[in-house]
Protein backbone atom coordinates (compact mmCIF):
# COMPACT_ATOMS: atom_id res chain seq x y z
CA UNK A 1 0.00 0.00 0.00
CA UNK A 2 1.10 3.71 -0.73
CA UNK A 3 2.14 5.74 2.23
CA UNK A 4 1.03 8.60 0.64
CA UNK A 5 -2.82 8.06 1.28
CA UNK A 6 -6.42 9.52 2.56
CA UNK A 7 -6.14 10.19 5.59
CA UNK A 8 -8.87 10.82 8.89
CA UNK A 9 -7.42 11.96 12.42
CA UNK A 10 -9.72 11.72 15.69
CA UNK A 11 -9.54 14.05 18.72
CA UNK A 12 -10.35 11.85 21.57
CA UNK A 13 -10.62 14.30 25.16
CA UNK A 14 -11.39 11.66 27.81
CA UNK A 15 -11.46 12.71 31.58
CA UNK A 16 -7.72 11.82 32.45
CA UNK A 17 -6.26 11.79 29.25
CA UNK A 18 -6.15 13.45 25.59
CA UNK A 19 -5.28 11.51 22.61
CA UNK A 20 -4.84 11.99 18.74
CA UNK A 21 -5.17 9.09 16.51
CA UNK A 22 -4.49 9.02 12.72
CA UNK A 23 -6.52 6.65 10.23
CA UNK A 24 -5.74 5.44 6.98
CA UNK A 25 -8.47 4.72 4.22
CA UNK A 26 -8.78 1.10 5.80
CA UNK A 27 -9.61 2.44 9.17
CA UNK A 28 -6.46 1.22 10.63
CA UNK A 29 -4.79 3.67 12.90
CA UNK A 30 -0.91 4.65 11.36
CA UNK A 31 0.30 6.61 14.21
CA UNK A 32 -1.34 8.51 17.41
CA UNK A 33 -0.20 10.01 20.76
CA UNK A 34 -1.37 10.52 24.19
CA UNK A 35 -1.02 12.67 26.97
CA UNK A 36 -2.53 12.19 30.52
CA UNK A 37 -3.58 16.25 32.38
CA UNK A 38 -4.29 16.63 36.00
CA UNK A 39 -7.33 15.86 38.15
CA UNK A 40 -8.04 18.48 40.89
CA UNK A 41 -10.27 17.43 43.98
CA UNK A 42 -10.86 20.35 46.03
CA UNK A 43 -13.18 18.91 48.23
CA UNK A 44 -14.81 15.54 48.79
CA UNK A 45 -16.37 14.78 46.06
CA UNK A 46 -15.46 17.44 43.69
CA UNK A 47 -13.51 17.19 40.59
CA UNK A 48 -11.97 19.79 38.07
CA UNK A 49 -10.14 19.96 35.09
CA UNK A 50 -8.27 23.29 33.88
CA UNK A 51 -9.33 23.63 30.54
CA UNK A 52 -6.22 25.38 29.40
CA UNK A 53 -3.96 22.15 30.36
CA UNK A 54 -6.72 20.43 28.16
CA UNK A 55 -6.12 22.50 25.11
CA UNK A 56 -1.98 22.08 25.86
CA UNK A 57 -2.78 18.51 25.95
CA UNK A 58 -4.66 17.96 22.42
CA UNK A 59 -1.88 20.21 20.73
CA UNK A 60 0.70 18.58 21.86
CA UNK A 61 -0.45 14.79 20.83
CA UNK A 62 -1.65 16.36 17.73
CA UNK A 63 1.58 17.15 17.03
CA UNK A 64 3.70 14.17 17.95
CA UNK A 65 1.03 11.98 16.50
CA UNK A 66 1.46 13.57 13.23
CA UNK A 67 5.24 13.50 13.60
CA UNK A 68 5.59 9.55 14.70
CA UNK A 69 3.19 8.72 11.47
CA UNK A 70 5.25 11.27 9.00
CA UNK A 71 8.42 9.32 10.72
CA UNK A 72 6.93 5.98 9.62
CA UNK A 73 6.41 7.32 5.64
CA UNK A 74 3.20 8.48 5.74
CA UNK A 75 2.81 11.73 4.25
CA UNK A 76 0.35 13.20 6.44
CA UNK A 77 0.52 16.47 5.52
CA UNK A 78 -0.81 15.88 2.24
CA UNK A 79 -3.41 13.40 2.84
CA UNK A 80 -5.07 14.25 6.20
CA UNK A 81 -8.84 14.99 4.80
CA UNK A 82 -10.03 16.22 7.95
CA UNK A 83 -10.60 15.55 11.72
CA UNK A 84 -13.05 14.67 14.01
CA UNK A 85 -13.76 15.51 17.80
CA UNK A 86 -15.18 13.08 20.49
CA UNK A 87 -14.91 14.03 24.00
CA UNK A 88 -16.03 13.51 27.85
CA UNK A 89 -19.56 14.06 27.85
CA UNK A 90 -21.23 16.56 30.72
CA UNK A 91 -17.88 18.32 31.57
CA UNK A 92 -18.88 21.97 31.83
CA UNK A 93 -16.89 24.81 31.65
CA UNK A 94 -17.78 28.81 31.00
CA UNK A 95 -15.40 31.02 29.65
CA UNK A 96 -14.95 34.57 28.34
CA UNK A 97 -15.76 35.69 24.45
CA UNK A 98 -13.84 38.51 24.64
CA UNK A 99 -10.51 37.46 26.30
CA UNK A 100 -10.74 33.49 25.63
CA UNK A 101 -9.82 33.04 29.54
CA UNK A 102 -11.62 30.07 31.60
CA UNK A 103 -13.86 31.65 34.61
CA UNK A 104 -13.58 28.61 36.47
CA UNK A 105 -11.97 25.25 36.31
CA UNK A 106 -14.43 23.08 34.07
CA UNK A 107 -16.31 20.70 36.48
CA UNK A 108 -15.95 17.18 35.99
CA UNK A 109 -19.33 15.01 35.18
CA UNK A 110 -18.34 12.65 38.25
CA UNK A 111 -18.69 15.65 40.60
CA UNK A 112 -21.41 15.60 42.92
CA UNK A 113 -21.27 19.14 44.62
CA UNK A 114 -24.81 20.06 42.86
CA UNK A 115 -26.18 17.59 45.24
CA UNK A 116 -28.10 20.38 46.65
CA UNK A 117 -29.07 22.60 44.11
CA UNK A 118 -30.61 18.94 42.64
CA UNK A 119 -32.23 18.72 46.39
CA UNK A 120 -34.03 21.98 45.84
CA UNK A 121 -35.22 21.62 42.46
CA UNK A 122 -37.15 18.70 43.29
CA UNK A 123 -38.60 20.53 46.03
CA UNK A 124 -39.23 23.90 43.74
CA UNK A 125 -40.59 21.31 40.53
CA UNK A 126 -43.76 20.43 40.25
CA UNK A 127 -42.56 17.17 38.38
CA UNK A 128 -39.69 16.65 41.14
CA UNK A 129 -36.57 14.45 39.90
CA UNK A 130 -37.88 13.58 36.85
CA UNK A 131 -39.62 17.12 36.09
CA UNK A 132 -37.47 17.52 32.79
CA UNK A 133 -37.86 13.60 31.65
CA UNK A 134 -40.41 14.45 29.18
CA UNK A 135 -38.47 16.80 27.08
CA UNK A 136 -34.57 15.97 27.67
CA UNK A 137 -35.00 11.97 29.21
CA UNK A 138 -33.05 12.55 31.73
CA UNK A 139 -33.86 13.00 35.72
CA UNK A 140 -32.62 15.74 37.82
CA UNK A 141 -29.02 14.63 38.88
CA UNK A 142 -25.45 15.73 39.75
CA UNK A 143 -24.57 14.22 36.15
CA UNK A 144 -25.82 16.65 33.89
CA UNK A 145 -24.15 19.71 32.61
CA UNK A 146 -27.48 22.28 33.26
CA UNK A 147 -26.57 21.73 37.22
CA UNK A 148 -22.98 22.39 36.51
CA UNK A 149 -23.90 25.53 35.16
CA UNK A 150 -26.41 26.37 37.81
CA UNK A 151 -23.86 25.81 40.18
CA UNK A 152 -21.11 28.43 38.37
CA UNK A 153 -24.05 30.94 37.80
CA UNK A 154 -24.43 31.01 41.69
CA UNK A 155 -21.43 31.21 42.95
CA UNK A 156 -18.58 32.13 40.79
CA UNK A 157 -18.74 36.09 40.56
CA UNK A 158 -16.78 36.09 37.70
CA UNK A 159 -19.33 34.06 35.53
CA UNK A 160 -21.88 36.25 37.63
CA UNK A 161 -20.42 39.21 36.48
CA UNK A 162 -19.77 38.05 32.42
CA UNK A 163 -23.16 36.98 32.15
CA UNK A 164 -24.21 40.13 33.01
CA UNK A 165 -22.31 41.65 30.59
CA UNK A 166 -22.85 39.30 27.69
CA UNK A 167 -19.28 38.29 27.80
CA UNK A 168 -19.82 34.44 29.02
CA UNK A 169 -20.08 31.55 26.37
CA UNK A 170 -20.87 28.00 28.26
CA UNK A 171 -19.97 24.55 26.92
CA UNK A 172 -19.02 20.89 26.85
CA UNK A 173 -15.56 20.13 26.31
CA UNK A 174 -16.52 20.10 22.41
CA UNK A 175 -17.82 23.12 22.07
CA UNK A 176 -14.04 24.23 24.40
CA UNK A 177 -12.09 22.51 21.67
CA UNK A 178 -13.52 23.41 18.65
CA UNK A 179 -13.79 27.40 19.50
CA UNK A 180 -10.28 27.25 20.39
CA UNK A 181 -9.55 25.35 17.15
CA UNK A 182 -11.74 27.45 14.63
CA UNK A 183 -10.19 30.92 15.77
CA UNK A 184 -11.09 31.48 19.74
CA UNK A 185 -11.52 35.27 20.79
CA UNK A 186 -10.89 35.58 16.77
CA UNK A 187 -13.82 34.40 15.24
CA UNK A 188 -13.94 30.98 16.59
CA UNK A 189 -17.05 28.94 16.06
CA UNK A 190 -19.39 28.44 19.20
CA UNK A 191 -20.85 25.30 18.87
CA UNK A 192 -22.10 21.35 20.06
CA UNK A 193 -23.24 18.31 18.35
CA UNK A 194 -26.55 17.11 19.41
CA UNK A 195 -24.94 13.92 21.13
CA UNK A 196 -23.15 16.49 23.87
CA UNK A 197 -26.27 18.06 23.77
CA UNK A 198 -28.26 16.03 24.91
CA UNK A 199 -26.21 15.48 28.31
CA UNK A 200 -26.84 18.44 29.28
CA UNK A 201 -30.55 18.19 30.25
CA UNK A 202 -31.70 21.59 28.87
CA UNK A 203 -32.16 20.12 24.85
CA UNK A 204 -35.62 19.00 23.47
CA UNK A 205 -34.62 15.14 22.59
CA UNK A 206 -37.82 15.01 19.23
CA UNK A 207 -37.05 18.99 18.24
CA UNK A 208 -32.35 18.64 19.22
CA UNK A 209 -32.99 22.36 20.06
CA UNK A 210 -32.62 24.24 23.18
CA UNK A 211 -35.90 23.23 25.01
CA UNK A 212 -37.04 26.84 26.06
CA UNK A 213 -39.42 26.11 29.35
CA UNK A 214 -36.88 24.26 30.72
CA UNK A 215 -34.06 27.50 30.30
CA UNK A 216 -36.92 29.50 31.67
CA UNK A 217 -37.22 27.62 34.32
CA UNK A 218 -33.65 26.94 35.18
CA UNK A 219 -33.46 30.54 34.45
CA UNK A 220 -30.18 30.15 32.08
CA UNK A 221 -29.47 32.65 29.56
CA UNK A 222 -29.83 31.37 25.92
CA UNK A 223 -27.14 33.88 24.33
CA UNK A 224 -24.43 31.79 26.50
CA UNK A 225 -25.64 28.45 24.83
CA UNK A 226 -23.79 27.20 21.65
CA UNK A 227 -25.41 26.23 17.99
CA UNK A 228 -26.54 22.37 18.21
CA UNK A 229 -25.35 20.87 14.76
CA UNK A 230 -25.12 17.17 13.49
CA UNK A 231 -22.35 14.55 14.39
CA UNK A 232 -20.99 14.35 10.60
CA UNK A 233 -21.21 17.67 8.66
CA UNK A 234 -17.96 20.29 7.96
CA UNK A 235 -18.23 22.88 10.76
CA UNK A 236 -15.12 24.37 9.99
CA UNK A 237 -11.05 24.90 9.52
CA UNK A 238 -8.45 24.67 12.58
CA UNK A 239 -7.26 28.28 12.94
CA UNK A 240 -3.29 28.94 12.10
CA UNK A 241 -1.12 28.99 15.51
CA UNK A 242 -2.38 24.76 15.69
CA UNK A 243 -0.52 22.22 14.42
CA UNK A 244 -2.91 20.77 11.20
CA UNK A 245 -4.30 24.29 10.61
CA UNK A 246 -6.92 24.38 7.60
CA UNK A 247 -7.88 20.94 7.76
CA UNK A 248 -11.52 20.51 8.13
CA UNK A 249 -13.08 19.51 11.43
CA UNK A 250 -16.25 17.27 10.17
CA UNK A 251 -17.09 15.31 12.30
CA UNK A 252 -18.20 15.74 16.85
CA UNK A 253 -19.71 12.95 19.03
CA UNK A 254 -19.83 12.76 22.91
CA UNK A 255 -17.22 9.41 23.72
CA UNK A 256 -20.10 6.93 24.02
CA UNK A 257 -21.99 8.03 20.76
CA UNK A 258 -18.68 8.01 19.35
CA UNK A 259 -18.14 4.22 20.72
CA UNK A 260 -21.01 2.57 19.64
CA UNK A 261 -20.67 4.23 16.09
CA UNK A 262 -17.05 3.01 16.26
CA UNK A 263 -18.87 -0.50 17.14
CA UNK A 264 -21.21 0.10 14.19
CA UNK A 265 -24.37 -0.79 16.39
CA UNK A 266 -27.32 -0.94 14.48
CA UNK A 267 -31.48 -0.97 16.07
CA UNK A 268 -31.13 -3.41 18.88
CA UNK A 269 -27.46 -3.66 19.45
CA UNK A 270 -25.60 -2.39 22.34
CA UNK A 271 -22.30 -1.52 23.12
CA UNK A 272 -20.41 -1.14 26.47
CA UNK A 273 -17.51 1.33 27.05
CA UNK A 274 -14.81 0.76 30.19
CA UNK A 275 -13.09 3.74 31.10
CA UNK A 276 -12.89 5.71 34.12
CA UNK A 277 -16.52 4.64 34.75
CA UNK A 278 -18.93 2.40 32.23
CA UNK A 279 -21.29 3.37 29.61
CA UNK A 280 -23.79 0.83 28.04
CA UNK A 281 -25.83 2.15 25.25
CA UNK A 282 -29.10 0.61 23.17
CA UNK A 283 -29.61 1.94 19.76
CA UNK A 284 -33.66 2.00 19.98
CA UNK A 285 -33.27 3.25 16.28
CA UNK A 286 -35.80 6.46 15.47
CA UNK A 287 -37.93 6.01 18.50
CA UNK A 288 -37.35 7.87 22.38
CA UNK A 289 -37.49 5.03 24.45
CA UNK A 290 -39.16 6.39 28.22
CA UNK A 291 -37.01 3.70 30.41
CA UNK A 292 -39.25 2.45 32.99
CA UNK A 293 -35.98 1.21 35.02
CA UNK A 294 -33.74 3.75 36.14
CA UNK A 295 -31.84 3.85 32.66
CA UNK A 296 -31.51 7.38 30.13
CA UNK A 297 -33.22 8.29 26.93
CA UNK A 298 -30.56 10.02 24.94
CA UNK A 299 -29.56 10.51 21.34
CA UNK A 300 -27.28 7.53 19.86
CA UNK A 301 -26.37 9.90 16.51
CA UNK A 302 -27.16 12.05 13.72
CA UNK A 303 -24.98 10.98 10.69
CA UNK A 304 -25.46 14.66 8.74
CA UNK A 305 -27.61 17.55 9.11
CA UNK A 306 -30.70 15.70 6.87
CA UNK A 307 -29.93 11.88 8.62
CA UNK A 308 -32.65 10.42 10.85
CA UNK A 309 -31.56 10.70 14.17
CA UNK A 310 -30.64 7.18 16.30
CA UNK A 311 -31.76 7.21 19.34
CA UNK A 312 -30.39 5.45 22.72
CA UNK A 313 -31.13 3.80 25.83
CA UNK A 314 -28.22 4.46 28.52
CA UNK A 315 -26.90 3.32 31.87
CA UNK A 316 -23.78 4.92 33.31
CA UNK A 317 -21.78 3.55 35.93
CA UNK A 318 -19.94 6.32 37.56
CA UNK A 319 -16.80 3.73 39.14
CA UNK A 320 -15.54 1.71 36.60
CA UNK A 321 -11.75 1.34 35.85
CA UNK A 322 -11.24 4.30 38.59
CA UNK A 323 -12.34 1.61 41.06
CA UNK A 324 -8.92 -0.17 39.73
CA UNK A 325 -6.70 3.06 39.90
CA UNK A 326 -7.87 3.03 43.31
CA UNK A 327 -6.69 0.24 44.69
CA UNK A 328 -3.07 0.59 42.92
CA UNK A 329 -2.90 4.65 44.10
CA UNK A 330 -4.82 4.69 46.79
CA UNK A 331 -4.32 1.24 48.55
CA UNK A 332 -0.94 0.48 46.66
CA UNK A 333 -1.98 -3.16 46.13
CA UNK A 334 -0.47 -2.95 42.89
CA UNK A 335 1.80 -0.49 41.04
CA UNK A 336 0.27 -0.54 37.53
CA UNK A 337 -3.03 -1.34 36.53
CA UNK A 338 -2.70 -3.98 34.28
CA UNK A 339 -1.38 -6.07 37.39
CA UNK A 340 -5.08 -6.24 38.49
CA UNK A 341 -5.93 -9.42 36.52
CA UNK A 342 -3.23 -11.58 37.56
CA UNK A 343 -3.55 -10.91 41.21
CA UNK A 344 -7.33 -11.61 40.77
CA UNK A 345 -6.80 -14.58 38.88
CA UNK A 346 -4.74 -16.08 42.15
CA UNK A 347 -8.17 -16.95 43.67
CA UNK A 348 -10.81 -19.11 42.34
CA UNK A 349 -13.31 -16.82 43.59
CA UNK A 350 -14.00 -13.55 45.99
CA UNK A 351 -14.10 -15.97 49.01
CA UNK A 352 -17.41 -13.74 49.65
CA UNK A 353 -16.25 -10.44 49.47
CA UNK A 354 -18.23 -8.27 48.04
CA UNK A 355 -17.26 -4.12 46.89
CA UNK A 356 -19.70 -1.35 45.81
CA UNK A 357 -17.52 1.69 44.45
CA UNK A 358 -19.73 4.26 45.21
CA UNK A 359 -17.19 7.06 45.62
CA UNK A 360 -19.17 9.33 44.51
CA UNK A 361 -22.91 8.16 44.66
CA UNK A 362 -24.47 5.39 41.93
CA UNK A 363 -25.46 6.13 38.67
CA UNK A 364 -27.92 3.70 36.70
CA UNK A 365 -30.27 2.36 37.50
CA UNK A 366 -29.83 3.44 40.95
CA UNK A 367 -29.68 6.90 41.03
CA UNK A 368 -28.49 7.79 44.72
CA UNK A 369 -25.97 10.25 45.29
CA UNK A 370 -26.11 9.40 49.20
CA UNK A 371 -24.44 5.81 48.37
CA UNK A 372 -20.90 5.60 49.55
CA UNK A 373 -18.24 2.92 49.10
CA UNK A 374 -18.36 -0.65 51.08
CA UNK A 375 -16.38 -3.44 51.43
CA UNK A 376 -18.62 -6.29 52.90
CA UNK A 377 -18.04 -9.73 53.97
CA UNK A 378 -14.91 -9.93 55.09
CA UNK A 379 -12.78 -12.17 56.81
CA UNK A 380 -9.41 -13.56 58.48
CA UNK A 381 -9.37 -15.67 54.91
CA UNK A 382 -9.68 -12.34 53.07
CA UNK A 383 -6.48 -12.12 50.75
CA UNK A 384 -5.51 -8.71 48.27
CA UNK A 385 -6.39 -10.88 45.38
CA UNK A 386 -9.82 -11.53 47.26
CA UNK A 387 -10.38 -7.76 47.58
CA UNK A 388 -8.85 -7.35 43.80
CA UNK A 389 -11.27 -10.17 42.48
CA UNK A 390 -14.36 -8.11 44.15
CA UNK A 391 -13.14 -4.93 42.25
CA UNK A 392 -13.02 -6.57 38.90
CA UNK A 393 -16.54 -8.10 40.04
CA UNK A 394 -18.18 -4.65 40.80
CA UNK A 395 -17.56 -3.01 37.54
CA UNK A 396 -19.35 -6.34 35.83
CA UNK A 397 -22.04 -6.37 38.45
CA UNK A 398 -22.65 -2.74 37.94
CA UNK A 399 -23.01 -3.47 34.30
CA UNK A 400 -24.89 -6.54 34.56
CA UNK A 401 -27.50 -4.18 36.29
CA UNK A 402 -27.77 -1.90 33.60
CA UNK A 403 -28.28 -4.74 31.27
CA UNK A 404 -31.22 -6.08 33.33
CA UNK A 405 -32.80 -3.01 32.88
CA UNK A 406 -32.19 -2.73 29.02
CA UNK A 407 -33.51 -5.76 28.59
CA UNK A 408 -36.87 -5.21 30.44
CA UNK A 409 -37.25 -1.96 29.05
CA UNK A 410 -36.61 -2.61 24.99
CA UNK A 411 -38.80 -6.02 25.55
CA UNK A 412 -36.22 -8.40 25.29
CA UNK A 413 -37.37 -11.18 28.01
CA UNK A 414 -35.57 -14.36 29.25
CA UNK A 415 -35.99 -16.50 26.01
CA UNK A 416 -34.22 -14.01 23.74
CA UNK A 417 -31.90 -13.39 26.07
CA UNK A 418 -29.53 -15.21 24.31
CA UNK A 419 -29.26 -13.24 21.32
CA UNK A 420 -28.38 -10.11 22.83
CA UNK A 421 -24.35 -9.74 22.52
CA UNK A 422 -22.42 -7.01 24.67
CA UNK A 423 -20.33 -5.29 22.33
CA UNK A 424 -17.11 -4.04 24.45
CA UNK A 425 -14.64 -1.32 24.28
CA UNK A 426 -11.80 0.45 26.08
CA UNK A 427 -8.52 0.22 27.83
CA UNK A 428 -10.24 -1.52 30.43
CA UNK A 429 -11.34 -4.85 27.73
CA UNK A 430 -8.27 -6.24 27.30
CA UNK A 431 -8.48 -7.74 30.88
CA UNK A 432 -9.83 -11.22 29.86
CA UNK A 433 -10.72 -12.27 33.22
CA UNK A 434 -12.76 -9.43 33.61
CA UNK A 435 -14.42 -9.84 30.37
CA UNK A 436 -15.25 -13.99 31.10
CA UNK A 437 -16.78 -12.61 34.52
CA UNK A 438 -18.97 -10.12 32.81
CA UNK A 439 -20.36 -13.01 29.99
CA UNK A 440 -20.43 -14.68 33.76
CA UNK A 441 -22.38 -12.57 35.43
CA UNK A 442 -24.61 -10.85 32.65
CA UNK A 443 -25.43 -14.21 30.87
CA UNK A 444 -24.76 -13.33 27.54
CA UNK A 445 -21.70 -13.15 25.33
CA UNK A 446 -19.40 -10.69 25.40
CA UNK A 447 -17.95 -9.31 22.19
CA UNK A 448 -14.33 -7.50 22.25
CA UNK A 449 -12.90 -6.16 18.69
CA UNK A 450 -9.21 -6.62 17.75
CA UNK A 451 -9.02 -2.65 18.34
CA UNK A 452 -10.83 -1.80 21.46
CA UNK A 453 -10.34 1.84 21.00
CA UNK A 454 -13.39 2.35 19.49
CA UNK A 455 -14.37 5.87 20.30
CA UNK A 456 -11.67 7.82 18.32
CA UNK A 457 -12.65 5.28 15.25
CA UNK A 458 -16.19 6.54 15.70
CA UNK A 459 -15.21 9.97 15.49
CA UNK A 460 -12.77 9.17 12.38
CA UNK A 461 -15.57 7.44 10.99
CA UNK A 462 -18.17 10.51 11.75
CA UNK A 463 -15.46 13.21 10.05
CA UNK A 464 -14.82 10.71 7.08
CA UNK A 465 -18.52 10.71 6.12
CA UNK A 466 -18.56 14.01 5.71
CA UNK A 467 -15.86 14.57 3.60
CA UNK A 468 -16.84 11.16 1.25
CA UNK A 469 -13.91 9.21 2.48
CA UNK A 470 -16.37 6.24 3.52
CA UNK A 471 -20.03 5.72 3.30
CA UNK A 472 -22.33 4.38 6.21
CA UNK A 473 -22.48 0.96 4.47
CA UNK A 474 -18.42 0.85 5.10
CA UNK A 475 -19.28 2.08 8.54
CA UNK A 476 -21.86 -0.31 9.55
CA UNK A 477 -20.41 -3.56 8.14
CA UNK A 478 -20.74 -5.78 11.51
CA UNK A 479 -19.53 -9.04 9.86
CA UNK A 480 -16.16 -7.57 8.58
CA UNK A 481 -15.84 -6.15 12.14
CA UNK A 482 -16.41 -9.52 13.94
CA UNK A 483 -13.97 -11.33 11.38
CA UNK A 484 -10.91 -10.96 14.34
CA UNK A 485 -13.07 -10.06 17.42
CA UNK A 486 -13.21 -12.49 20.61
CA UNK A 487 -16.08 -13.57 21.96
CA UNK A 488 -16.70 -14.67 26.01
CA UNK A 489 -19.53 -17.05 26.26
CA UNK A 490 -20.82 -17.26 30.00
CA UNK A 491 -19.73 -20.38 31.93
CA UNK A 492 -21.44 -20.09 35.18
CA UNK A 493 -24.67 -21.76 35.51
CA UNK A 494 -27.86 -19.90 36.43
CA UNK A 495 -27.94 -20.88 40.23
CA UNK A 496 -24.95 -20.03 41.13
CA UNK A 497 -25.34 -16.68 38.88
CA UNK A 498 -28.29 -15.64 40.41
CA UNK A 499 -26.70 -16.36 44.27
CA UNK A 500 -23.83 -13.87 43.33
CA UNK A 501 -26.48 -11.51 42.19
CA UNK A 502 -28.28 -11.73 45.35
CA UNK A 503 -25.32 -11.30 47.36
CA UNK A 504 -24.19 -7.97 45.32
CA UNK A 505 -27.74 -6.89 45.70
CA UNK A 506 -26.65 -7.44 49.65
CA UNK A 507 -24.00 -4.94 49.34
CA UNK A 508 -25.23 -2.22 47.33
CA UNK A 509 -28.08 -1.80 49.46
CA UNK A 510 -25.64 -1.13 52.62
CA UNK A 511 -24.12 1.55 50.39
CA UNK A 512 -27.08 3.64 50.72
CA UNK A 513 -27.70 6.37 53.06
CA UNK A 514 -23.93 6.83 53.96
CA UNK A 515 -22.95 10.49 52.27
CA UNK A 516 -23.19 11.86 56.26
CA UNK A 517 -21.07 9.97 57.71
CA UNK A 518 -19.02 12.32 60.87
CA UNK A 519 -15.13 12.65 59.85
Not at 211 to 233: G, R, V, W, Y
Not at 354 to 382: C, E, H, M, Q, S
Amino acid sequence: MSKDDVFIGSIDQGTSSSRFMIYDKSAKAIGSHHVEFTQFYPEAGWVEHDPMEILESVKVCITKAVDKATADGFNVSKGLKAIGITNQRETTLVWSKSTGAPLHNAIVWMDVRTASVCRRLEKELSGGRTHFVESCGLPISTYFSALKLLWLMENVDAVKEAIKKKDALFGTIDTWLIWNLTGGVKGGLHVTDASNASRTMLMNLKTLKWDESTLEALEIPPEILPKIISNSEIIGNVTTGWPISGIPISGCLGDQHAAMLGQACRKGEAKSTYGTGAFILLNTGEEVVQSTHGLLSTIAFKLGPNAPTNYALEGSVAIAGAAVQWIRDGLNLISNASEIEAMASGVESNGGVYFVPAFNGLFAPWWRDDARGVLIGITRYTSKGHIARAVLESICFQVKDVIDSMCKDSGFNESKIEEFLLRVDGGATVNNLMMQIQADLSATPVVRPADVETTALGAAYAAGLAVGVWKEDYIFDSKEKMKNANIFRPLINEEMRKKKADSWLKAVNKSFDLADLAL
